[in-house]
């Protein structure tokens, strides 16, 4: 390993001196072998071990002391075979540590550099010069990677095996490399991600300098999270990554296709200015299937305007297509192509352009690549795309395109799905990083006794009215609620609060207080009450034997509204997770829901709500007056202060449902559980 | 033009003798030319024309008297350039019908057979010889493909190009592409098909014998249909091509690569008895992603039985991964592979396989290849996909599984896709055709009595209690009702009907009858109703000038149950299109809908309402009672009969809500609207 190590070193002609060193060996490859690193002339920048698990704690000590500031633990046999393992690298790290040493891996397959050149790596394969930094927590992907990107039409920058991660990690990478002057996009394979709060925050300045692409494997793990929650069971364990890639402005890939489909497309370094998009084609065919592909990936084709279609009619037949997908039909030879080409992207809305070539008998594939590059040239904000179908016909202007930075593909989805994330990006890079919300007054003294109480009783939920009592405390409205202990109390609280009231079993064991007749709606006299009182409390002690029952709860009903819920759960990575969704007893199968990890603004709350279905009814459907759509987003902020205020106690949330009255009327929390973490 | 082909016909090896036929010449390639096809010194079985558009109908009457059989007219200039070669079209057709000649075309690119050979077309390459056929509207997308294919892994056995479809169309290729014994599978690319009906007829009973893999462009099309109702709106223009491929078991993709992926998986021939699928993989990471796939497109993982890991515990290194993906980590040789590959296989319960490999340092790709193509062997029904992972390194591996017909992808969610198509395959294979269902006991002659009224009453648009009355001639519960047509009558009858009543206005042209006062529900006395029936009609004739106001429908309130939508919508292609979903005031923008096309039996009826969301709230949630699903679906085949026994009147027509009530008390179709092609 060591022996590969060092030949891949030397042969990628890295500029600097090189140490091999080996107990056992006094010249390796011609060059000098040192016994122990100690004995190296000078210090030391970055060490590559290769050695025994058990030894890299002395290699690493020996580092320490060569003033090594990076060091690339290859050696297996740590973490990931087991206690022992994670034990040796919890005391490597902390040597490393020690002595400001930064580590990268254990369990890895090193580092490449394709500009300084150096490879670092026991792969064989040095990859194409380019400008894609891939960084990858699975070897074998990267393995697989180098070996296809020799044949491959575009290059890298840097590739990095994280390994183990017992101290680099993405959040490092990204770190270093949003600033890389070789780097023009960030590529990462991830499994997981150890600080998601942090990653999130890197992440978003990152792509306001450069995109980054993500490939996150693992979606269908079984989420280990305790649910006992609406809020937790709709937040499957992949939601968390899903919504901190898209607040983060990361533009996730569901497949290596993609991924790869994706670098390419950023590689032309081009960002178009403007969302629309134009498509030339020589085949009506393929330009259905671009279209298709388009309203599927969410590419709006441009609309081409009077002008661009009376000068595309001065040298195009009468038979081609004007309107987009512009078709130049079978028999365009380059120069047609081109002008067709030069003339739609100047239309003035267009931001970028797809062109497709099916070889037919007068095709010119290579001199119409060629018109391409040139065409790109004048439009040098417009990124252009090319799709050149075929084999071999097509392969020489393939290589046309791309030794000029023109992504090509094979096929039109995937020539769309490269213009999706080109306009995606671009929208990113316009948006403004918004600046943290600021706070709302709510009393969080209040809200802190009531967990305490809580707590103090030994409890992690939270009894109806104490659940309401803080949401009142967070300015979120509720129906008004008071727990009586006996028939007298509830009654006399029933006509202080005025009728018609609701009667509730308040026991933290028993869960579903209807199917014990422990609920009681639309009561309307004090003499109701208290008979109702006493059968609730009949009703719930002889049904859930040893249920602790606190009392009956007393609460206003309130008039119907539209029903939404909105919750709080908390995701082991990244912490809190804020929700939106239909509510009721549509909640749990309609799947209506949207996400985002707080803090989150009043104009992010109105974006998770118009991610939604549900707000086409909240909107006003068939002439109905629109709901409080404003007061629901209030809601949403409240819920993300208290979800940070109280991020280590509070587990889970549920409001729902949240009955949402017409607009100017707001909104009300009508159900309220909370768990607490215990 | 007619060179090229003529030369693709000699250089193709056709064994048959061919005739040039060109006026202008007496030789051409070496062969003897005729001035005239009647001049051919014998009868001609196939002829292919490429002469001027103005020409093919002469030639057409030769092909007639040389007891032709088919024409593949190459030449353009037909329907494609407008109404005059539309018409130049038709008359080629008649000509043909008259002589009882089949034509392929006009404006196609030909056809190509590899088994005859036959290359007759003007495309320079032959295909590969291999088992696919690939049939395609677009002429552009076979010569991509005939360019690709040169350098690919994988056969074709016939392309046909249909172009303008004049007359031999898919539902003939299918036909004849059933029984062929050369072709394995059948490839569809469709921009449209004529005969929607025909064709899910004929699929149907062709996918009993071989898969047929459809790429249908377009799906983005703005849907030219009138829409009058929900069931027409949420029907958007694709809904009936995906719900008629469904139902004829045809296997959709959604782009070119998707095509091929499916193409190579059915070139194997395997299909695998059983559903679940078993990962063995060199690395981890590859692993997961495939997992990720697999719950993506619904391939499900096989549990690993306690014997089958004891087994592989026996040869597989302890950090290995015993349950599925099997991971046999990246030093595993080829025997290692061999044994875990063998070893699951071997599970009675799994039913195919998929091998990843990633190009390690120990790996041995080529070997390796060749262990899994010896498994297979050792499994013949259990399909084996693999995905070698890389480049150069794994090249020569690819050929080897190719040549031994082992389908091979670059990435593992290309082989979760093959195996996700061979699954389902196997699935329609098993699933029994399905018998006509029974025709219920209905009054047609009443519903046809309904209709004809309105007919002559010169409207197209059913009035409450008409539609209240077709619904009853089919069985399908309403709500009592009665058109009034005075307060004293509306008094009288609601009397009759029992309290309360709903009163609503009845007039075509009140579309939102709840906006204009029109409505009032909850009307529980005689004097009341006579009260209402006069504000009704006041409001209505005040604010909807114009408004021809037959009276007011007094029907019975019905309890609330839960809310679905039943409709009918009509499809210019397919004809009737039934559909389910979520109804009320969440059918319009929840979108929760299911669809079929006529007949339906009850069982499909229940698989419709089982492929929605809103089926988890009517089996009951929460400890709730289920709802009557057996009466919804009872609905849905009554609305299934009146479909096909009006197909041509009703257009459109919406049950919307039906209230559906605890199981054994049925459901009731609350309002209805009807409405007629006119």
Partial sequence: MGHVLLRNVIQSRYAGKV???????????????????????????????????????????????????????????????????????????????????RVVGPNCLGVIDTHTPLNATFAANMPPR?????????????????????TQRFGFSKIVSLGNKADVDEVDMIKALQDDPHTASIALYVEGIRDGVKFVEVAKEA?????ITVLKSGVTEAGSRAVSSHTGSLAGSDVAYETAFKQAGILRVSGIEEFYVLAEAFSSQVIPNLQDVVVVTNAGGPGILATDACERHGVKLARMEPEIIEELRRFLPAAAGFHNPVDVLG??????YSKAIRTVLSQASVGAGLVILTPQAPTE?????TEIVKARGLFPSKPVVAVFMGGPAVAEAESILASASVPCYPYPEQGVVALSALTRYSRELRRPLRPRPKR??????????????????????????????????????????????NADEAGRVADQMGYPVVLKVSSPQILHKTDVGGVRVNVNARAEVEKIFEEIIYNSGRLVTRAEIFGVEVYTMVPQGREVIIGLTRDPQFGPLIMFGAGGIYANFMK??????????????????????????LAGVRGEKPSDIESVADVLVRVSQLALDFQDRVLDMDLNPVFVYEEGKGSIAVDVKVTLSG
């Fill in 130 to 150: 380019g400008n894609i930094a891939l960084v990858s927590q699975s070897g074998a992907l990267l393995t697989a990677a180098l070996d296809w990107s020799t």
């Fill in 592 to 617: 209506d829901v949207s996400f985002r990890l707080p803090p989150i603004s009043k104009e992010e709350a109105l974006e998770m709500i118009a991610e939604t279905k549900i707000q086409t009814l």
């Fill in 440 to 485: 709302l007054k709510v009393d969080k003294e209040a809200a802190a006794a009531i967990l305490e109480g809580v707590e103090r009783g030994g409890r992690i939920s939270l009894l109806g009215h104490e659940a309401k009592r803080l949401m009142t405390a967070y300015g979120i409205h509720v129906p008004k609620s008071y727990l009586a202990s």
């Fill in 365 to 369: 594939p290579e001199k119409t690549a």
């Fill in 331 to 336: 028999d365009a030879r380059a120069k047609v």
């Fill in 19 to 101: 140490f091999p060193v080996n107990p056992k060996a006094d010249n390796v490859l011609g060059l000098t072998c040192y016994h122990d690193i100690r004995e190296t002339p000078e210090p030391v920048d970055l060490a590559v071990i290769a050695v025994p698990a058990q030894r890299v704690p002395d290699v690493m000590e020996g580092c320490g002391e060569k003033e090594t500031k990076v060091a690339v633990v290859v050696s297996a046999g740590f973490k990931e075979v087991g206690s022992g393992g994670a034990e040796l690298e919890r005391q490597v790290l902390q040597i490393a540590r020690d002595h400001g040493i």
């Fill in 207 to 211: 792509v306001k300098k450069k995109p």
